[in-house]
T-cell receptor, first 115, second 108 residues
Framework: DGGITQSPKYLFRKEGQNVTLSCEQN?????MYWYRQDPGQGLRLIYY???????QKGDIAEGYSVSREKKESFPLTVTSAQKNPTAFYLC??????????????FGPGTRLLVL | KNEVEQSPQNLTAQEGEFITINCSYS?????LHWLQQHPGGGIVSLFM???GKKKHGRLIATINIQEKHSSLHITASHPRDSAVYIC??????????FGSGTQLTVLP
């Protein structure tokens, strides 16, 4: 079945530690996105990528990094510089950029907790 | 002021009731999306619309571009409709801006 997978479902981070969240899609989509969701708030865009080897900062990129070495994969690293990383992280993809009125397809999410 | 406002924040209904969730936005948009987030966290896109009305099963979405307002209606609601419903808009930045969601609980 085509879709988006995220792993792990739950992730625990110690102080000062970098952690990487995985996102894989087999939908052959060009565009991929990372969002952060906090209780009572709307999703906020962290990074997005239109094509391989290219990515752009979203509204809250500080403390995060990404790579797009393969079309199917868009991993997100939460660095130690992110002082409040506890949140629910959602990965999404779309055939083209959302500005072209594309529907986004979401993964199941990863919940990150700080120990 | 948030660019996308949803109301109500929480809604409890009895099975079979007609439900309306509202979304207002303050920016020019090219499209508006309605999304459903299940209790486990996964999100599904329900509708994308730029004008008029769309219907899928018991769900109906409408948009009034002049008034910058959209509604999501659920007819003959069922407990399995219980979820968070999220409104999002595609603005000039060609990115999605999300509302904070409406938590719907349908009681049997």
């Amino acid at each position: 079945d085509g879709g988006i997978t995220q792993s792990p479902k739950y992730l625990f981070r110690k102080e000062g530690q970098n952690v990487t969240l995985s996102c894989e899609q087999n939908l052959n989509h060009d565009a991929m996105y990372w969002y952060r969701q906090d209780p009572g708030q709307g999703l906020r865009l962290i990074y997005y990528s239109q094509i391989v080897n290219d990515f752009q900062k979203g509204d809250i990129a500080e403390g995060y990094s990404v790579s797009r070495e393969k079309k199917e994969s868009f991993p997100l690293t939460v660095t130690s510089a992110q002082k409040n990383p506890t949140a629910f992280y959602l990965c999404a993809s779309s055939p083209g950029l959302v500005g072209l009125q594309e529907t986004q397809y979401f993964g199941p999410g990863t919940r990150l907790l700080v120990l | 002021k948030n660019e996308v406002e949803q109301s109500p924040q929480n809604l409890t209904a009895q099975e079979g009731e007609f439900i309306t969730i509202n979304c207002s936005y303050s920016v020019g948009i090219s499209a508006l999306h309605w999304l459903q987030q299940h209790p486990g966290g996964g999100i599904v896109s329900l509708f994308m619309l730029s004008s008029g009305k769309k219907k899928h099963g018991r769900l109906i979405a409408t948009i009034n571009i002049q008034e910058k307002h959209s509604s999501l209606h659920i007819t003959a609601s069922h407990p399995r409709d219980s979820a968070v419903y999220i409104c999002a808009v595609t603005g000039s930045a060609r990115q999605l801006t999300f509302g904070s969601g409406t938590q719907l609980t349908v009681l049997p």
